[in-house]
């Protein structure tokens, strides 16, 4: 297979220096809740670098159905970065894999751009061998990560690693063959969509039969990832949110998902048909 090498605009995805295109309201919780130490989210003393390191906020979710229940609490930190926080389309994504937990256990799964990673803490919870990878460019939002595992007892069963969109680094070469890879809202902004699917493309190339879910909230009709699939010789089939239970505005005892629309793509590459 061949790979371009190109240069990633990979960095610290600052809300404030993207402005506020595509960011919705739930994306922004800091400005909505009360953090744990009872501080208001806005307030001017959220400027030292320790209150930017700790998770300020622990967000509880609450899985279940007629044969089981799951619970999850992930911490968060009141910081602008977009990794630090957990985002609609993850409870959407962890839904699926609660929803389709046999399918996971005793699977190999690779979270990208994981941020607070909820979903790949349901698939380790549900019995999947996880991988969680976020920017290595950012390694507070992999140190949250990590206190995601911790928090929710998993810690010997995941590992956290760094994993930059779009470049062929060491750590991309060192991941092993997956049954899964999965994302949340990580089609955040059209300008990382190509590295999201080199990156993608490359690990699927040597993972026979394994494939991309990967939930994205739809922000603007122009958005066109279809298009760009083919040209990583990557195929995509659309699965109804209705089908595991995730057409409602709460999941899991959340009310992230609210109203917006999402679209839930199981993703492949095209040899796999
Ligand atoms: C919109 S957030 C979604 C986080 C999480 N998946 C969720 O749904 O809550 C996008 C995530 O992608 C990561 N990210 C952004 N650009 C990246 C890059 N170039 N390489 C790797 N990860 C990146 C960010 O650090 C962040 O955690």
Redesign the pocket.
Same mark, same amino acid.
């Given at each position: 297979m061949s790979v371009n090498l190109k240069k990633?605009k %990979?960095g610290e995805?600052d809300a404030s220096e993207n402005g506020e295109e595509g960011i919705a309201p739930q994306q922004k919780p800091f400005h909505e809740e009360k953090s744990e130490s009872g501080e208001s989210d806005d307030g001017e003393s959220l400027q030292s670098e320790e209150k930017l390191d700790s998770p300020n906020v622990f967000r509880k979710f609450h899985f279940a159905d007629e044969s089981g229940s799951l619970d999850v609490t992930i911490p968060e930190v009141l910081h602008p970065s977009? &990794?630090m926080y !957990?985002?609609p &389309? %993850?409870v959407v994504l962890a839904q699926y894999i609660w929803h389709n937990r046999d399918d996971f256990y005793g699977k190999k799964v690779l979270e *990208?751009? %994981? =941020?607070?990673a909820?979903p790949g803490i349901v698939a380790a919870k549900c019995g999947a061998c996880v991988t969680l990878s @976020?920017?290595e460019l !950012?390694p507070k *939002?992999l140190k949250n990560c990590a206190r995601s595992c911790e928090e929710n007892q998993v810690s010997d069963r995941v590992k956290v690693i760094p994993?930059?969109? &779009?470049l062929v680094t060491q750590s991309l070469l060192q991941i092993e063959p997956v049954d899964f890879i999965i =994302?949340? @809202?990580?089609f955040?902004d059209p300008k990382?969509f190509e @590295?999201i699917l080199m990156t993608v493309s490359f690990i699927l190339e040597k993972s026979s039969a394994a494939e991309f879910l990967s939930v994205y909230q739809i922000r603007s009709a122009d958005w066109n990832i279809r298009a760009s699939l083919r040209q990583w010789q990557l195929q995509c089939k659309s699965v109804p949110l209705k089908d595991f239970g995730a057409d409602a505005n709460s999941l899991a005892d959340s009310d992230l998902p609210g109203n917006h629309s999402f679209e839930f793509l199981r993703i492949n590459t095209i040899r796999n048909r």
């Open positions: 990633s %990979a995805y977009y &990794g !957990t985002w &389309g %993850a *990208i751009g %994981a =941020g607070t909820l @976020d920017n !950012t *939002i994993l930059l969109w &779009g =994302g949340s @809202d990580c955040f990382v @590295d």
